[in-house]
């Protein structure tokens, strides 16, 4: 065994039970001092004990020294509850009036939000009657515009800008193209009856639908109701056994149109047929619940009451308050002047329910600003009662009167002197608790000393076991080691001898092959290069017999094509490249053509595009400019260009037109009309052209006076605006031109007799 180890184990030992001698000592003197402290604890308590009874003694005579004095504190209790009760009785009073002024502002603000209701309603009416109005000033200008509004208007150009795409012209609003029959007293009824298909538009097939869709979201026309229905078929002939058997009109009867499509489309969409009408409701009402009329849908009165029966089931609709009139009655200047009236009824009410209004909001705020005054004073009752209050309760607390000022302070010295010593006893008691845990601490830390000395000594023998059986593995592990040291020894003088020498001859035996394969290579390489061998694809994988069949085959193909061709290869090989370059530069000078000839035909694709795109441009803006000149006499119309055909089209549709029905053929209007839609034609023209002066020569033949009056005033207007010089050449008075600063008149003389 190591003698250092062991030293170093006995050390340890000893050293350990130095540890365990001085934790004796120190708990030895540690019980010394605990003893000392209880002792001088125990004293301290007998002192808190004398200190406290002088104090018990203090405050009996305290006790008897302060009965005299409650006979006042009594009184002055007394005084303070009269003054609480007149103080409570004060903040009661305030507050019934509080609550008195509450109820009164409680019934203004509800009268104010009734009044704020009416206000509302009248405005709400206001602005529908004016909405109406608005709406029957419009049908007055326009009638279309009672079948939708601005938007109907919209997407009727919007139609005719896209109408190369329809398959048919749509046909709409059907209520443009509908009128009564003599009789208007039926507008109201017919309005509740069909008033929906009225705003429809009626196409001949899907793809046409969804054209007159797109049209309407491109006009913002959203809710459009489009019919789908076959244009070809002919106008419906309803037997008489298949209609309601009653002397009473129905609505198809009191309906005009010329389309007989919309009049198809009144039968199989809306059922018009069957849908009868009466006077009054009586007369509804016999009609349609006691006759049981066949064939019979629903009935409507002259004032919009709509009744049916399904079944056993009597059903009566009242009229739709929205629906004041209908819009197929064309004489609307009465309903104007009746709403206009209203209107000023309205108003009048209005005005007065505002004002009055206005005098319950004062009123309102006067009894606000009230309540919150008397709400203040309120406060401030409130506010002196509980003062007054939170004093007599102070008063009943204390009603000890204060001691003299020599024994208080005898028994507050009293007093300080006993929590003093309360305070050395827990300081003490705390010291005391402090040693006794280091006692304990150091009792467990000599216990485990002795533990852990006790485990040292079993550990030291251990490892003195431990150690000695290292030793013996190390000195086995040195034997071993010379041993290895002999045999690398042995195999050293080994391969010095016998290995090392085949080695040498072997290495010297591969240089000299190295230079045999160089030299053969180079000898090789001048009858045949080896580019010409990687050409011919090599040898690779070939013995030397075959190597020589090749050559010999590769020989007499040599001789048979020296034979053949008389030129030398040389001379094969320059026409060979004369011929490339000829290939080459006519193959740049292809791609050069061929890049100017892609440009060329981009070029002019360009250019037709833009030539199209322009045509259509130009088509478009000619059928404007012959709108806006046609819309000074109210006649609208559109000019067609076909440019494949070479065909140009002239559609002209004049304001008493009610059918909608186009004249695709000027020769189907009057003279007038005719000449009026040339010169507008003529004008769109000349708007179009840049040329320095122009002439026109009888432009107002068969025109009436106002169709000529509106003529001159548009070429002169035009002319005027251009800025171009115009010669104006007519047979017809032209007093009513007047003459300007850039208008010049010349009048013949009259010819002689």
Known sequence: MCPFLEEKVYVTIAYSGFLWMRLRNKETNMNRKHSRGCSLVAKLRNRVRLLEQQIRDAEEQHMKDTQAEEVDVEEQTQKLQDEINMAQNVVSRLQEEENELSERLSRARDALKELGNEVKDNERKYNGLCSQL?????????????????????????????????????????????SLVNNEIWALAVECAIGRLLDAFIVTDHKDSLVLRACAREANYFN??????????????????????????????????????????????????????????????????????????????SDGFRMFCRGSVQTTLPPNKRIRNGRLCSSIENQIQDLENEVKIVQELLKDGKLRKRNVEIASQNLEAELQNLKRRRIGEERVFRSKQLAWKDMNSSKIVEPAPGPTTSMEETQREIIQVQEDIKSKELILEQVLLRMNMAEAKASDLKRSFENLCDSANVEIDGIEGAE????????????????????????????????????????????????????????????????????????????????????????????????????????????????????????????????????????????????NLLKRELTWKFNGHLMKKGITGKIMVDYERKILSVEVKMPQDASGNNVRDTRGLSGGERSFSTLCFALALHDMIEAPFRSMDEFDVFMDAVSRKISLDALVEFATNQGSQWIIVTPHDISMVKTGERIRKQQMAAPRS
């Not at 047929?273 to 629903?298: C, P, S």
């Not at 080695?503 to 190295?514: D, H, Y």
């Open 224 to 301: 459009l109701q489009i019919i789908i229905y076959d244009f070809s078929r002919p106008r419906l002939n309803i037997p008489s056994h298949l209609l309601p058997s009653t002397c009473h009109p129905t609505t198809i009867s009191v309906l005009h149109t010329e389309i007989p499509t919309i009049w198809n489309v009144l039968v199989d969409m809306g059922g018009a047929e069957r849908q009868v009408l009466v006077q009054n409701y009586d007369m509804g009402k016999n009609v349609a619940f006691e006759q049981r009329i066949q064939h019979l849908k629903e009935v409507f009165t």
């Open 472 to 615: 013996r593995e190390l000195l086995q592990t040195e034997q071993e080691i010379h041993a290895a040291e002999a045999e690398k020894a042995h195999y050293d003088r080994v391969m010095q001898n016998k290995v090392l020498h085949d080695i040498t001859e072997a290495k010297s035996c591969l240089k000299e092959l190295q230079h045999n394969r160089e030299e053969s290579f180079r000898k090789a390489s001048i009858i045949c290069p080896e580019s010409e061998m990687v050409s011919f694809e090599g040898c690779v994988g070939s013995n030397p017999e075959q190597l020589s069949a090749k050559l010999q085959r590769l020989s007499q193909r040599l001789l048979q094509e020296t034979r053949r061709f008389t030129e030398s290869i040389d001379d094969l090989r320059l026409l060979h490249d004369n011929k490339q370059l000829k290939i080459a530069k006519r193959q740049r000078t292809y791609a050069s053509f061929r890049e100017k000839l892609e440009a060329c035909e981009k070029a002019l694709e360009l250019r037709w595009n833009k030539f199209h795109r322009n045509a």
């Open 134 to 178: 608005h709406a029957l000033k419009q049908q007055r200008t326009n009638k279309v515009t009672a079948f939708g509004g601005q938007k109907v208007l919209s997407l009727l150009q919007v139609i005719e800008t896209h109408q190369r795409k329809f398959k048919s012209p749509p046909i709409g609003p059907i209520g443009a193209h509908v």
